[in-house]
């Protein structure tokens, strides 16, 4: 293993898209952002240097950060935002994962734009528990928007409501042929028959799950959020932002220059208030010298409907850990500590001087267990480890003392959620079974929910109220899915299990970018355990401060 170096210069650059042109904050001037290269068991040393006038800060998303939280880098959670002509490297070690997970800005809606990929390859002379690749593509999601994505959050936030709608999905950065004045800007894949291509799909998208398929190919799922599973055959994927999916998609024996387009669009539990716009690329088929030119017709994909939710329930449910003797599934058979989580869309009082756009007057607020989480000023890790917690958060995170919340299916008179900078205190290597149960008391989304510092198990699933009497009765603890982020179903519920190896702060919160702005998130407290390597070690010098 080796140590690599990246410089990240954060810094303003025009772009366009959809015939607009904007100054946006990216990374080296590139967007999509560039890509981070390892190998399983290397040290990155990633210096970010702020040019810009916002704070801003790196997360890592999917590294396991075994103690090394100080270079997570969600803003007030693990540190202080880097602010303007300041810089922080990004210092840590990748343990036992090799797979595509991502990059991403971690304050405010700046990931919009700040995003890339991150590829790790398996150690020197380990191979691919499947046919090596002829070739290795990053296929990024994104959204982009006309509108300065900072006024669309405040807006958001002041109104509790607005569209948050952005303009147009993204391939690789671009919007593709089917939107408006974007033809030129479509992202081409161009391929050799008879070969096998390694596709390493992220989703980055702020606010939506995304369905995508490539017409007249099918698509081999070999491992998703970093961990090999067992290869599926599907038509189509079904992407959370938050989650990373790799396929082996095998091109055809013989095919000269037909071209075919592949297409995503989101997915969203029963709701009508998604715009259903696809962003689309092109595979194409390498030019044949020795037959005419001319172009075949485009071959075109279907995608689910919208509303689709057996397809995606189905998906998932497909998802195995490999769980072999070299990559076994470590699913905590014992449960020391067991939580119950309510996760949802409620309100809150309207503010004077406000529209408010949630029911009777009241705004927006999403809640875990009620409490909408407030961003503290000051970073919760640097104040859990100097002992400077007063004033800053509370250790005492509600947990229901029962499995209380019954879904009946129509809204509850008082919707109105609690506020608070509350975390859940885990002592050292303890195993934690949470079910969170999604309340739909509002809104019809899915919650992606993504847990820092930690892959968790995907024990069981389900529609309805979780059942404590009868549901855990069929969790899945042989070779259950293993991941960071996980979608709740609407009106339905998941469980996970993990194990708190891991000391530190842990931010733990839906992946749509709206739904933690308006609160969806919370933290875990995993205290050090009691031998010299089980300690979160002392942070950096250049640790940012507020
Ligand atoms: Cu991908 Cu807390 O984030």
Known sequence: S????????????????????????????????????????DTLLIKVVNHVQNNVSIHWHGIRQLQSGWADGPAYITQCPIQTGQSYVYNYTIVGQRGTLFWHAHISWLRVTVYGPIIIRPKHNVPYPFAKPYKE?????????????????SQALQTGGGPNVSDAYTINGLPGPLY?????????????????????????ALNDELFFSIANHTL???????????????????ITPGQTTNVLLKTKPYFPNATFLMAARPYATGSGTFDNTTVAAILEYYKSPSISQKMLPLFKPTLPPLNDTSFAANFTSRLRSLASSQYPANVPQNVDNRFFFTVGLGSNPCDQNQTCQGPNGTKFAASVNNISFVMPTKALLQSHFFGQSNGVYSPYFPINPTHWFNYTGTSPNNTMVGNGTEVLVLPFNTSVELVMQDTSILGAESHPLHLHGFNFYVVGQGFGNFDSNKDPKMFNLVDPMERNTVGVPAGGWVAIRFLADNPGVWFMHCHLEVHTSWGLKMAWLVLDGNLPNQKLPPPPADLPKC
Not at 11 to 22: A, E, P
Not at 183 to 201: A, H, I, M, S, W
Request: glycine share 4%; hydrophobic share 40%; charged share 20%.
């Open 137 to 153: 593509v990053p296929i990024i999601f994104g959204e982009w928007f006309n509108a300065d994505p900072e006024a669309v959050i």
């Open 2 to 41: 080796v140590t690599r170096h990246y410089k990240f210069d954060i810094m303003l650059q025009n772009v366009t898209r959809l015939c607009h042109t904007k100054s946006i904050v990216t990374v080296n001037g590139q967007f999509p952002g560039p890509r981070i290269v390892a190998r399983e068991g």
């Open 220 to 238: 081999t799922v070999v491992e998703a959020d970093a961990v090999y599973i067992k290869p599926f055959e599907t038509q189509t994927l079904l």
């Open 180 to 204: 408006n004045c974007s033809k030129k800007d479509t992202f081409k894949l161009n391929v050799k028959p008879g070969k096998t291509y390694l596709l390493r799909f992220i989703n980055a």
